[in-house]
């Protein structure tokens, strides 16, 4: 595999990534862009973690994860996308860094939701000749790039269309979610 090719994969793995900050970015009154590049940071550690784990898993037992990863994406993800919709559907409140607030754990178990993929990724580099530290870099880059710019640009898509945005964003999350499971399946 060329570095090319690495590089494309890397930012195809972090597409999903990009559209939950989006979705998280919509909350953010005023952008921050510390709070963007802390949020990229914790996404492209775990989404460069994953596909490591998944080529240690490859190496042991492939056939289990390719079974199972569609279904762990389609909970963990529709299951963010539900909160994020029936979250849009409360009252605005009036703080201006009310997206800021949000847990550690809920930012891990999104960016985990939208790992899966890199994990299955790593199953397969498993099976070919790859350097996975390299691959794993440049997934993880990829990734703290296109969710610090997806934070910024979905606070800014948040100023222009409100709650609809973050609406928006669970939707995406679902379907996110329901392609995985379809690619898999089907």
Not at 63 to 74: M, R
Not at 128 to 140: C, M, Q, Y
Request: proline residues 2%; aromatic residues 10%.
């Amino acid at each position: 595999m060329t570095i090319f090719a690495l590089i494309l994969l890397a930012f195809a793995m972090s597409t999903d990534a990009f559209a939950a900050a989006i979705g998280k970015g919509v909350k953010i009154k005023r952008p921050r862009l510390s709070y963007a590049i802390k949020i990229g940071f914790i996404f492209g550690v775990i989404e460069a973690s994953t596909p490591v784990i998944g080529w240690f898993i490859g190496r042991a037992a492939a056939s289990f994860v390719e079974a199972w990863d569609h279904w762990v994406a389609l909970i963990i993800l529709s299951g963010l996308g539900v909160y994020m919709i029936l979250e849009s559907l409360q009252p605005a409140d009036d703080e201006d860094d009310r997206g800021q607030k949000q847990s550690l754990l809920l930012l891990c178990f999104t960016a985990l939701g939208t790992s899966i993929d890199a994990m299955a990724v790593g199953v397969g580099l498993a099976l070919v000749d790859i350097n996975i530290a390299l691959a794993s870099a440049l997934i993880g880059s990829a990734t703290f790039l296109m969710v610090t710019v997806g934070i910024m640009l979905g606070s800014a898509m948040g100023s222009l269309i409100g709650k609809r945005a973050e609406t928006f964003g669970g939707i995406i999350l679902i379907a996110v979610g329901i392609w995985i499971f379809a690619s898999h399946t089907l």
